[in-house]
């Protein structure tokens, strides 16, 4: 039986005759097949993730995929393809997570101008161009915090330095950072790993791709999950490296390392 | 007695009526400054720096800053203010020199539509956007080997590759990288120190900014000198790391650690 996702930060959500990803109770996600090249491109990505001997790609990095399905699209349209996945947030009793598209720049040279002149202009109304990261969207299952995406995306560095607080916070007015030193410490680890493989990798450059940060807020354990998600937009990387994602990862784990060194903000 | 630079190998040069670089013979190299932004925000910059008592900033990078000087521009036109800097290619017999513009942007939100247009383009059409650096140019004293700036600055990676293992070749046409092991080893170390800056510094973000690396090809001592040059667009960091600079850098650094690693090419 499948049914639309209870925590989703980002995306299109399956409800009012929107088409949108769905889970069922085994532990797979299913997301829309994009009619166009974004859907076929994250298909042929997925596909080479998984046949790809490479040695160097850091596997758990990605969702894990099981090829692709048909159902009865969300918004009752009826059946479509849809890419197979693992549903990260299974087991999490109260999910804490975020969205976080990563890089200065979403469009690459292989885009049309129309496409181009779009991701442009939203870059630079928003924190894409600063910050080279821009949060698509954060929630908490515990409290149920989950500010309005809209206002996410053009956070000055105060702005999103007061959101990454929050989120490792048990309260929800002034940011106490209770659990900053045990989640980020974790993602950090992860992230200067990912770092490592960016620094080197010139197989595929990600563009408009995000970190999804998740723990859990309940009162079992943190379980820290870092992984990357949406690669409709993953294009080969004739032979430079991803410097547009691995600029704005480098940005985003300053933050972190600045909230690790300080948690606690005396005003 | 002031005299035109002899082997400048990126920017306006003094000739033909062009305004442009001075040295004299005591080691200062006078940059004739621009009248607009560009020149009010250079001098900004360096008096910033020369006044700065931030203990961070690795000064060896950056040319030693001697405050503005009137004098003769080469032009003819009479006198004008010059930033007064070190030059840095005084003492060096063969100077082997290149100069690389660092980023996958060139420009930043402040500037005028108009700028942001011509540099988006130009970005687009050169190995700006690809690889996050371009090569302005590049002149070998003892052979004499300039290929025209314009060549360089659309290479494929493949092409930068080239042009960089010919940079440490003792010979012109299949480049057998006789140099590389010295010199980049050598240029690798400060690049890195550098990147270490780049990761945690939120001052500065250098746009349209130079690496300027330099060698001497004669039979003494190579003297490997690496220094960022060009700060006419530098603005500030508002709480961010320069991600741009940042990208362009390691993409850069990627480049020699394959020409290390492989020093000679066997087709």
Same mark, same amino acid.
């Given at each position: 039986?499948?049914?639309?996702? @209870?925590?989703?930060?980002?995306?299109?959500?399956?409800?009012?005759?929107?088409?949108?990803?769905?889970?069922?109770?085994?532990?797979?996600?299913? =997301? &829309?097949?994009?009619?166009?090249?974004?859907?076929?491109?994250?298909?042929?990505?997925?596909?080479?993730?998984?046949?790809?001997?490479?040695?160097?790609?850091?596997?758990?990095?990605?969702?894990?995929?099981?090829?692709? =399905? /048909?159902? @009865?699209?969300?918004?009752?349209?009826?059946?479509?393809?849809?890419?197979?996945?693992?549903?990260?947030?299974?087991?999490?009793?109260?999910?804490?997570?975020?969205?976080? =598209?990563?890089?200065?720049?979403?469009?690459?040279?292989?885009?049309? @101008?129309?496409?181009?002149?779009?991701?442009?202009?939203?870059?630079?109304?928003?924190?894409?161009? &600063?910050?080279?990261?821009?949060?698509?969207?954060?929630?908490?299952?515990?409290?149920? %915090?989950?500010? &309005?995406? =809209?206002?996410?995306?053009?956070?000055?560095?105060?702005?999103?330095?007061?959101?990454?607080?929050?989120?490792?916070?048990?309260?929800?007015?002034?940011?106490?950072?209770?659990?900053?030193?045990?989640?980020?410490?974790? /993602?950090?680890?992860?992230?200067?790993?990912?770092?490592? %493989?960016?620094?080197?990798?010139?197989?595929?450059?990600?563009?408009?791709?995000?970190?999804?940060?998740?723990?859990?807020?309940?009162?079992?354990?943190?379980?820290?999950? /870092?992984?990357?998600?949406?690669?409709?937009? /993953?294009?080969?990387?004739?032979?430079?490296?991803?410097?547009?994602?691995?600029?704005?990862?480098?940005?985003?784990?300053?933050?972190?390392?600045?909230?690790?060194?300080?948690?606690?903000?005396?005003?």
């Amino acid at each position: 039986m499948l049914k639309v996702p @209870e925590h989703q930060v980002a995306g299109h959500k399956a409800k009012d005759g929107v088409m949108g990803p769905l889970v069922d109770d085994t532990g797979r996600f299913y =997301k &829309p097949l994009q009619n166009d090249d974004r859907g076929s491109r994250e298909l042929s990505f997925y596909s080479s993730l998984s046949s790809h001997s490479h040695p160097s790609i850091p596997l758990p990095f990605f969702p894990a995929f099981h090829g692709t =399905k /048909v159902v @009865e699209a969300s918004d009752g349209s009826g059946p479509h393809p849809h890419l197979v996945l693992e549903d990260l947030l299974r087991g999490y009793a109260k999910p804490s997570v975020m969205d976080v =598209k990563i890089g200065s720049r979403t469009w690459h040279l292989g885009d049309s @101008e129309d496409y181009i002149a779009k991701c442009l202009a939203k870059d630079r109304e928003s924190s894409t161009i &600063p910050l080279a990261f821009r949060i698509s969207g954060v929630k908490d299952a515990l409290s149920a %915090w989950e500010p &309005p995406r =809209k206002s996410l995306q053009s956070l000055s560095a105060d702005g999103a330095l007061f959101i990454l607080r929050k989120f490792v916070s048990s309260n929800a007015s002034d940011p106490d950072c209770a659990f900053a030193s045990e989640v980020y410490a974790a /993602v950090l680890e992860r992230l200067l790993e990912l770092k490592a %493989w960016f620094e080197v990798q010139t197989l595929y450059h990600f563009y408009s791709c995000s970190l999804l940060l998740l723990y859990d807020k309940g009162d079992g354990k943190r379980k820290v999950l /870092v992984k990357l998600v949406d690669f409709a937009h /993953v294009v080969p990387g004739n032979g430079a490296i991803d410097h547009n994602f691995l600029g704005g990862l480098s940005s985003f784990i300053k933050f972190l390392k600045d909230i690790l060194a300080q948690p606690t903000i005396h005003q």
